[in-house]
């Protein structure tokens, strides 16, 4: 992600955190300044950093679940908004899904019932807690957050935890993508619910109801901004979320052989680097494989480059290539995309089993591929 540093590296996960998320701590330690000074600067600055703590650990749930199913989480991002553990690929089966969904939150639940016992197991709705000291009151805080974090999580719309739950429970009946459809119309219901609530508040008939009046509580009277965000990114997301789901379906069965491109021309290794030049004057391929005389792959070189570079200090192509990984014809695009990325090379090779250059597959000709599928 743009904008976002490594701060920590655990369980070889890296930990990042986005730019925009210091100016979240600037902006809690500045009001917190003005509303009572240093002291009181420290402490919402420390409160916050607590929070984001829990949310760590909330993604690390999401993480460690993963990995059971040996599903590898290359990095955590921390933004403004809450946590982003992202992981190598989609989950299996719906049960799996399920679990990682659930694990997330089943951390805050266990950090709130811990803080809950160790302060003696207060009444959790009333107005009355007997705040003893600072520490205690601060533990009662992070209480309610987490339980705050598990509500707002739990809520069962895609993108949320809640709502990928929803959708491993309707996959368990049908196909994944109807099942992500039917999720992410479900969610977009939700959001609507929850603009409506941004806007116009809860009416006192409902808050008067027991269940939901706890409920309410969560929610202030009269117009909420902040309900209405949310209620943008959850129907948003739904959308991302089922047409993503529409995409993964439609190029399940295809294989690089389906995007790549066959004629293209090839440099031998050990040809002379003008010479390679001159070619590459009258052709507008803007890369090329470079190989042995038997067609494997030595590596890649840009026509940029090639035009660019020296025959002094690079007498052949093969001095000049960068070496890549290759990609098998009959690879997924899922495959060929997590190549691209560790390799940092948006086009690769496609070898036949042989090992043999005989295509050029690029993350163009891909996503050209995606969005028409056969
Ligand atoms: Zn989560």
């Known amino acids: ?98 679990v990682i969904a659930i694990a997330g939150p089943m951390v805050n639940v266990v950090i709130a019932a811990g803080l809950w016992l160790a302060l003696g197991m207060p009444a959790l709705f009333g107005r009355h807690f007997p705040f003893g000291n600072e520490t205690r009151q601060l533990a009662f805080s992070l209480l309610q957050v987490n339980g705050m974090l598990v509500a707002f999580n739990l809520i069962p719309a895609l993108p949320m935890d809640g709502g990928r739950v929803l959708r491993a429970l309707l996959a368990m009946r049908m196909a994944h993508a109807a099942a992500s459809r039917v999720a992410a119309r479900i969610s977009q219901g939700i959001a609507v619910g929850l603009a409506l609530i941004g806007l116009f508040g809860i009416p006192d008939e409902v808050r008067s109801i027991p269940v939901l009046g706890t409920i309410s509580l969560l929610f202030n009277s009269g117009s909420n901004p902040f309900l209405l965000f949310i209620a943008m990114f959850v129907f948003m997301g739904a959308q991302q979320e089922a047409a993503f789901a529409g995409m993964r379906t439609a190029v399940a069965g295809m294989r690089v052989a389906d995007a790549m491109v066959t004629r293209f021309q090839t440099f031998l290794a050990d040809m002379p680097l003008a010479q390679a030049m001159r070619e590459a004057q009258d052709d507008l391929q803007p890369v090329y494989a470079v190989t042995d005389a038997h067609l494997r792959t030595v590596g890649m070189v840009l026509r940029n480059e090639l035009l660019q570079a020296h025959p002094e200090a690079t007498p052949t192509v093969g001095e000049l290539a960068r070496a890549v990984p290759t990609v098998r014809t009959d690879a997924t695009f899922e495959e060929a995309f997590r190549l691209m990325q560790q390799s940092g090379s948006p086009v690769l090779p496609a070898v036949n089993p042989g090992g043999q250059v005989i295509g050029l597959v690029s993350l163009n000709l891909i996503q050209e591929r995606m969005r028409k599928p056969r």
Not at 15 to 38: D, E, K, N
Not at 47 to 62: R, T, Y
């Open 1 to 98: 992600m743009k904008w976002s540093y490594s701060i920590a590296k655990i369980a070889g996960i890296d930990v990042r955190v986005h730019a925009t998320f210091l100016l979240l701590l600037a902006w809690y330690g500045y009001s917190g300044y003005q509303a009572g000074g240093a002291a009181e600067a420290t402490l919402s600055v420390f409160f916050i950093l607590l929070l984001f703590l829990c949310v760590l650990l909330h993604e690390f749930g999401h993480a460690f679940a993963a990995r059971a199913y040996g599903i590898r989480t290359p990095d955590i991002t921390l933004l403004p908004i809450g946590g982003v553990a992202r992981l190598e690929r989609m989950p299996e089966s719906p049960v799996q899904e399920l």
